[in-house]
């Protein structure tokens, strides 16, 4: 089955510094990836939606200088945290959809747990 | 607006029991999706399952059945015979059909103890 590669899992910084997770279809064309939020014991919020060759879209209160999105091929969407803070410290998740199929199974990759010292 | 609610924060049963994970969802929509994911504790969403809202058959998946009932607007999702490696939390999850983003319920953290 298709398969959605995150990384790093885990990533540990200073405040004040940017951190890039990436997010790559392994065998399938992605036009869309969607990136999502998790605080602890909390649900999944969608952050925003990343379209290859174009601006992501992003959800209500969602900072777009904060979290930048740059979703440059059709397997690789990038998620940059800009000058974190120990309040962006949570679980961040990517999911893909397949090219041409909606609403599918959205596969999601494995997460990146983000701590800010 | 599109909302899922999954009332059991978290519950524990003992090896072998049945347990059944409850979802309840709001959409204006006539056409929309439903989901199950399950979250190890490593962190990933493994995907179980997918229901259209016109597709009302239950479903069984091994130890695994789904009873999607939209007079009541809810996807009940129980498992039989539990296991501990069932340990998890579960999320039930919406998405109307063209949207693409998927609304997560509050997830239900489920233990099952040997």
């Known amino acids: 089955g298709a398969v959605v590669s995150q990384h790093p899992s885990r990533v540990i910084c200073k405040s004040g510094t940017s951190v890039k997770i990436e997010c790559r279809s392994l065998d399938f064309q992605a036009t869309t990836m969607f990136w999502y939020r998790q605080f602890p014991k909390k649900s999944l919020m969608l952050m925003a939606t990343?379209?290859?060759?174009?601006?992501?879209?992003?959800e209500q209160g969602v900072e777009k200088d904060k979290f930048l999105i740059n979703h440059a091929s059709l397997t690789l969407s990038t998620l940059t945290v800009t000058s974190a803070h120990p309040e962006d410290s949570s679980f961040y998740i990517c999911?893909?959809?397949?090219?041409?199929?909606?609403?599918?199974?959205?596969?999601f990759g494995s997460g990146t747990q983000l701590s800010v010292l | 607006a599109q909302k899922v609610t999954q009332a059991q924060t978290e519950i524990s049963v003992v090896e072998k029991e049945d347990v059944t994970l409850d979802c309840v969802y709001e959409?204006?929509?006539?056409?929309?999706?439903l989901f199950w994911y399950k979250q190890p504790p490593s962190g990933e969403l493994v995907f179980l399952i997918r229901r259209n809202s016109f597709d009302e058959q239950n479903e069984i998946s091994g130890r695994y059945s789904w009873n999607f009932q939209k007079s009541t607007s809810s996807f009940n999702f129980t498992i039989t015979a539990s296991q501990v490696v069932d340990s998890a939390v579960y999320f039930c999850?919406?998405?109307?059909?063209?949207?693409?983003?998927?609304?997560f319920g509050q997830g239900t953290r489920l233990t099952i103890n040997p």
């Open positions: 999850a919406l998405s109307p059909a063209g949207a693409q983003k998927l609304v």
């Open positions: 999911s893909a959809r397949v090219q041409g199929q909606v609403n599918e199974k959205l596969f």
């Open positions: 959409t204006r929509d006539t056409t929309y999706y």
């Open positions: 990343s379209n290859e060759g174009s601006k992501a879209t992003y």
